[in-house]
């Protein structure tokens, strides 16, 4: 019986391992995502565990086409996405220097992506690494931010079919090009703390408004998404370092791109005007 048991206790590191995609699977899906052409779901998976395990995998092969990383994407930040995907939390996905590269007013190909859809988001930068010790005090975060940064992020979601909480994971969160608008410098402030709670987030086309929202639409606040993050972080042996971007989610469902319209968020309430940032899709 004993070696029964050190058998099998052998064999639970390979259990662990054996939903984590094969490599040529990833590799397949890498290929699939560079070429704007949907994919089949990844097979096998059964826990967030090993979509993470085929996303690490995958940003080390689209990093060479798509830059390096340079920061996070944080997605499911509303309960209603969250029990879309059957997880109880948000996830994280990891961005690169092409989703940082393009400013307000850009005209992108409308198929950026295999499966593309667009939202409205909002991006911070990280000032230093005492992001780590702020805990959930909304003032002591923004000490540790440089900047707030207007965002239109612009996901692909890739798959063909089968979109669940591990194969959400397993391609990157989707992340994919994003647009960037002016930042803003944020004060370390109650007061500045409670415009990003009370601001309304509207995203439009050049039609008509696509949605609204709330600052609280994001996990309560803006800011509580990054203590989340650095919990996520850190049970993976990372913490946020000095530069880092993160993407703290969206304020809009995520909405098929729709060539020649022009996509706008406007953030009111924040500072004494609105600001907004824009692209066009062609």
């Not at 703290?248 to 909405?255: H, I, N």
């Amino acid at each position: 019986m004993r070696r029964l048991l050190l058998a099998a206790a052998c064999l639970l590191p390979m259990a662990a391992r054996a939903a984590c995609p094969e490599e040529a699977a990833i590799a397949r899906l890498a290929e699939a995502i560079l070429a704007n052409t949907p994919a089949p779901p990844l097979a096998g998976m059964t826990s967030l565990a090993d979509g993470q395990c085929a996303q690490d995998r995958l940003v080390g092969l689209l990093a060479p086409r798509l830059g390096r990383p340079v920061g996070y994407k944080v997605g499911l930040t509303n309960p209603a996405a969250q029990q879309r995907f059957g997880v109880s939390h948000p996830v994280t996905g990891t961005i690169f220097e092409s989703t940082i590269a393009l400013r307000d007013g850009a005209e992108v190909p409308s198929r950026f992506g295999a499966v593309p859809v667009i939202e409205a988001d909002l991006l911070v930068r990280v000032r230093d690494e005492g992001i780590a010790t702020a805990g959930r005090d909304r003032v002591a975060i923004l000490r540790h931010l440089d900047q707030i940064i207007p965002f239109i992020e612009m996901p692909d979601l890739v798959l063909s079919g089968g979109m669940d909480g591990p194969n959400l994971l397993a391609i990157n969160v989707g992340a994919r090009l994003g647009v960037l608008g002016a930042p803003i410098v944020p004060e370390a402030s109650e007061a500045f703390a409670a415009r990003l709670a009370a601001m309304t987030v509207v995203f439009a086309n050049d039609q008509r408004e696509l949605a609204r929202a709330p600052g609280t639409a994001l996990l309560g606040h803006p800011l509580d998404v990054l203590p989340w993050l650095v919990e996520d972080l850190a049970k993976r042996g990372l913490r946020l370092r000095a530069g880092d971007y993160v993407s703290l989610g969206g304020f809009s469902p995520a909405l098929p791109a729709e060539a020649g319209r022009t996509y706008t968020v406007r953030y009111g309430g924040l500072l004494a005007e609105p600001v907004s940032v824009s692209v066009r899709l062609r």
